[in-house]
């Protein structure tokens, strides 16, 4: 598969971000920072990234390895901004970790849930937040896999 049209490669693009972000999210993951990335102050920045990075390694590996093995002909600085677009919607989101129901001005993600209308839900139900977070990061996955996809070398 040497010539790819955008379409297929974007879905290939898509399914490799997508997969990756499952196995990132749950596999690779340690506990100790999926309990901490949502706090406040500096532990739970600290164990944010420190998610963030590994999640981004294992996207960059899935996203090399689809390249390579398929075909898709992807441009490293495609690659590296797709990449980077993950990783920054993906620490926006996990900084809300645990914080879904939070009083007052909370995160920027869940004072956006609630300005859209979702305080609601968020309120009513707990699985609410968790449900939104991997909606925005699917969301964000799209648009990452269209920047990767856009162009060939």
Not at 76 to 96: E, G
Not at 126 to 150: F, K, S, T, Y
């Amino acid at each position: 598969m040497t010539n790819t049209n955008g379409a297929a490669r974007f879905a290939a693009v898509y399914a490799a971000l997508t997969a990756s972000h499952e196995v990132a999210d749950y596999w690779v993951q340690v506990d100790a920072d999926a309990v901490a990335k949502g706090r406040h102050g500096h532990e739970g920045r600290t164990a944010c990234v420190r998610h963030v990075a590994s999640y981004t390694a294992t996207q960059a590996i899935a996203l090399v390895a689809a390249d390579r093995g398929l075909g898709l002909r992807l441009g490293w600085r495609r690659i590296a901004a797709a990449l980077a677009v993950s990783a920054v919607t993906h620490y926006i989101a996990d900084r809300s970790g645990g914080r879904w129901r939070e009083e007052g001005p909370s995160t920027r993600l869940v004072r956006f849930a609630r300005r859209t209308g979702h305080a609601g839900w968020l309120e009513r139900d707990p699985g609410a937040g968790p449900l939104l977070d991997q909606a925005w990061h699917r969301g964000w996955i799209a648009v990452a896999a269209a920047v990767a996809a856009g162009g060939s070398q």
